[in-house]
T-cell receptor, first 112, second 109 residues
Framework: DAGVIQSPRHEVTEMGQEVTLRCKPI?????LFWYRQTMMRGLELLIY????????DSGMPEDRFSAKMPNASFSTLKIQPSEPRDSAVYFC??????????FGPGTRLTVL | GQNIDQPTEMTATEGAIVQINCTYQ??????LFWYQQHAGEAPTFLSY????GLEEKGRFSSFLSRSKGYSYLLLKELQMKDSASYLC??????????FGDGTTLTVKP
């Protein structure tokens, strides 16, 4: 298996632009997680899905952030409009049982 | 609320044993994660403890005391490649994880 796939690996955009991050979980995994990591705030859980349904989105910072999982093999995290403070590494992870999570390589987002 | 505390940095010698402690205060606590993260890479799952006691996986072991809100990660026979950040995270019954800031371990020859 290729593991969790994320795209793009790097994204540089200007403040106010829409950003869409993509994730393909490991086939057969029922849980999908989106995380954000910064030096200041560490690793934070943003949202997680079970069987394509959002279960807990209390970590989503504000209305500018939204996440979808239209099917078992694809999820997106969208930021609209983006701001410089959104600059971070965004990780997607998937899991069979919610516990042993497998992380993707991450998307490094820079908002100028 | 959730509060996770772990040391910022530790240094140890190759071949030695090191213990990384983590304390937590978590409402609705279910279990505790340990992850390893090398610089510039994604976290890698090490363990998830739900019950009290020690769980061993090769050179790595993880301990949990629910009554004390305390866990530790024990690394034996340290190797240079063990130099990394080790993240402790509490998990609630609702599936929400809160991470500590990580402990940067440096293994020296």
């Amino acid at each position: 298996d290729a593991g969790v796939i994320q795209s793009p690996r790097h994204e540089v955009t200007e403040m106010g632009q829409e950003v869409t991050l993509r994730c393909k979980p490991i086939s057969g995994h029922d849980y999908l997680f989106w995380y954000r990591q910064t030096m200041m705030r560490g690793l934070e859980l943003l949202i997680y899905f079970n069987n394509n349904v959002p279960i807990d989105d209390s970590g989503m910072p504000e209305d500018r952030f939204s996440a979808k999982m239209p099917n078992a093999s694809f999820s997106t995290l969208k930021i609209q409009p983006s701001e410089p403070r959104d600059s971070a590494v965004y990780f997607c992870a998937s899991s069979l049982n919610r516990y042993e999570q497998f992380f993707g390589p991450g998307t490094r987002l820079t908002v100028l | 609320g959730q509060n996770i505390d772990q040391p910022t940095e530790m240094t140890a010698t190759e071949g030695a044993i090191v213990q990384i402690n983590c304390t937590y205060q978590t409402s609705g606590f279910n279990g505790l994660f340990w992850y390893q993260q090398h610089a510039g890479e994604a976290p890698t799952f090490l363990s998830y403890n739900v019950l009290d006691g020690l769980e061993e996986k090769g050179r790595f072991s993880s301990f949990l005391s629910r009554s004390k809100g305390y866990s530790y990660l024990l690394l034996k026979e340290l190797q240079m490649k063990d130099s990394a950040s080790y993240l402790c995270a509490s998990n609630t019954n609702a599936g929400k994880s809160t991470f500590g800031d990580g402990t940067t371990l440096t293994v020296k020859p």
